[in-house]
C-alpha cells in the first residue's frame, strides 16, 4: 500500500463513492499514526486508511469488538461508526470513527495527578474477561518469556547515555527488572481484555489531564499487566502507587511482570524515537523523550537511582 498516494482526492473520493453524506465535510489531515494515516472528517469524525500490511486486519478487529466494549468504558474512544468496503479506488478496508480531543501524550505529557485514578478506571473497566473468540496477539498476549530476544535488541539498540550512572550500571538495572518479571508467577486468571499498546502517542491529553484513549488495533485477550504497564509509561513520576492503589488487587508479581512491561515498551520507544532522529523512515523523534521518561520512572520505581 505503500506505493498508494493518500491524499485529499483518494479520501473524498473514497467518501462520495460509499458514504456520500460525508463526502463534502472538512478534510484535515492528522499528523502521527504508525499502522493508518488518518483524516479528521468534519468536527466529528476522523477516516482511517491503512498504510502498512497489518493495519486491514487491525481495523478489522476494532470494528468487530470495540463498540460493544465501548459501551463500558469512562473515556472517549474512537469508535467505528461506518465501515469502507475496498474498491477500485482503493484495494483495502477502511473506517470512519468518532473524532477524539485531545494532544497525543508524546507531545502533551500527562501532568495531573488525578489522571492516576483515571487511567485506573479505565483499565478497570476494560479488563474483563475476555470471550473464548477474542483475539490473540504472537507477543502481548504471550508470557515475557517469548519476548527475551526483543529485549535483548531493544537494550542493545537504545541510547542510554542521560543519566548519572555509567551505561553499564544502568543496564544491569534495567536486565534486572526484566529478568525479575519473567520470574515472576504468570497470570493465574483467565485472560483479560487489553487494549495492549497503552504508549503515549495512544493516549490523548487536555490541558494535562488524561482525557482519550484511541489506536485499539492490538486490541487482544491476556495478561492485564500487558496494560498495568502504562503507570509508568504514561503517568507523572511517582504517580504509580496512586494509581495502583486505584485499580486494587495487584499483588507483587503483577507488579513484577508489569515493570517488565514497562521496561521493555520504553526501549522501544527510545528505539524508535532514535530512528526519527536519524532521519531513518518509520522513526518518530517525539517518542525517544517520552521512552527515556518512562524509563526513568521504570528505575525509579525499582530504587534505582539516575
Known amino acids: 500500500m505503500a506505493e498508494i498516494a493518500v491524499d485529499e ?7 462520495a463513492e460509499q458514504h ?46 470495540l463498540p460493544s466494549i465501548a459501551e463500558r468504558l469512562p ?22 470513527v468518532g473524532w477524539v480531543s485531545g494532544e497525543p501524550a508524546d507531545r502533551s505529557p500527562i501532568t495531573h495527578a488525578e489522571s492516576a485514578e483515571v487511567l485506573a478506571g479505565f483499565l478497570k473497566a476494560l479488563h474483563t474477561e475476555a470471550p473464548v473468540d477474542a483475539p490473540i496477539s504472537p507477543d502481548r498476549s504471550a508470557p515475557l518469556s517469548k519476548l527475551t530476544a526483543g529485549f535483548d535488541h531493544g537494550l542493545a539498540y537504545a541510547e542510554l547515555d542521560d543519566t548519572d550512572l555509567t551505561d553499564e550500571a544502568l543496564r544491569d538495572a534495567v536486565r534486572r527488572i526484566w529478568n525479575a518479571g519473567v520470574a515472576a508467577p504468570v ?16 493516549v490523548l491529553v487536555t490541558n494535562g489531564a488524561l482525557s482519550g484513549v484511541i489506536d485499539f488495533g492490538d486490541l487482544c485477550a491476556g495478561d492485564p499487566a500487558t496494560d498495568l504497564a ?3 509509561l504514561l503517568l507523572p513520576a511517582g504517580s504509580a502507587p496512586r494509581f495502583l492503589e486505584a485499580y486494587g488487587g495487584v499483588d507483587d ?6 515493570l517488565a512491561w514497562a521496561a521493555y515498551r520504553a526501549l522501544g520507544l527510545i528505539s524508535i524515537g532514535r530512528a526519527g532522529d536519524e532521519g531513518l523512515r518509520g522513526g518518530k523523534p517525539t517518542w525517544r523523550p517520552a521512552g527515556r521518561a518512562a524509563l526513568a520512572r521504570v528505575l525509579d520505581h525499582a530504587g534505582v537511582v539516575g
Open 9 to 15: 482526492a483518494l479520501v473524498r473520493g473514497l467518501l
Open 20 to 65: 456520500p453524506d460525508l463526502a463534502e465535510l472538512r478534510l484535515r489531515e492528522v499528523v502521527g499514526g504508525w499502522d493508518n494515516q488518518m483524516w479528521r472528517l468534519g468536527d466529528e469524525y476522523a477516516v482511517r486508511i491503512p498504510r502498512t500490511p497489518r493495519a486491514p486486519s487491525l481495523l478489522r478487529t476494532e470494528l468487530q469488538w
Open 230 to 232: 502504562a503507570a509508568w
Open 187 to 202: 497470570w493465574p486468571g483467565a485472560p483479560s481484555w487489553l487494549h495492549a499498546d497503552l504508549h503515549p502517542a495512544n
Open 75 to 96: 473515556l472517549p474512544i474512537p469508535v467505528p461508526l461506518r465501515s469502507g468496503a475496498p474498491s477500485d479506488l482503493f484495494p483495502k478496508p477502511w473506517h470512519v
Open 253 to 258: 508479581a503483577t507488579i513484577g511482570r508489569a
